[in-house]
């Protein structure tokens, strides 16, 4: 069973910055895919970012140049780095880890940019 604690949200201003943190605990050995979804209201929950255990990365379009996605496996831990926030990036954001093919989901921590 892998635990999620996710920190780092909370209100900002248009351009400004905040970083996430996901802390996965339990019995693990090794996690494969780390990555951050969001949800907006009325929305679908959408992937922001996605990194593998090697490092690779991959982004939505929308958060390009902006957002970077990093994680310390000896930490067992994964980052976002959120950087000139838009109105249009407030949402519900969410870690999701994968391990031994198996989903796990953190909490969600709100991220809310007025402008």
């Known amino acids: 069973q892998v635990q999620l604690v996710e920190s780092g949200g909370g209100l900002v201003q248009a351009g400004g910055s905040l970083r996430l943190s996901c802390a996965a605990s339990g019995s693990i050995f090794s996690i494969n895919a780390m990555g951050w979804y969001r949800q907006a209201p009325g929305k679908q929950r959408e992937l922001v970012a996605g990194i593998s255990r090697g490092g690779s990365t991959n982004y939505a379009d929308s958060v390009k140049g902006r957002f970077t996605i990093s994680r310390d496996n000896a930490k067992n831990t994964v980052y976002l780095q959120m950087n000139s926030l838009k109105p249009e990036d407030t949402a519900v954001y969410y870690c999701?880890?994968?391990?031994?093919?198996?989903?796990?989901w953190g909490q969600g921590t709100q991220v809310t940019v007025s402008s």
């Open positions: 999701k880890v994968v391990y031994r093919w198996i989903d796990y």
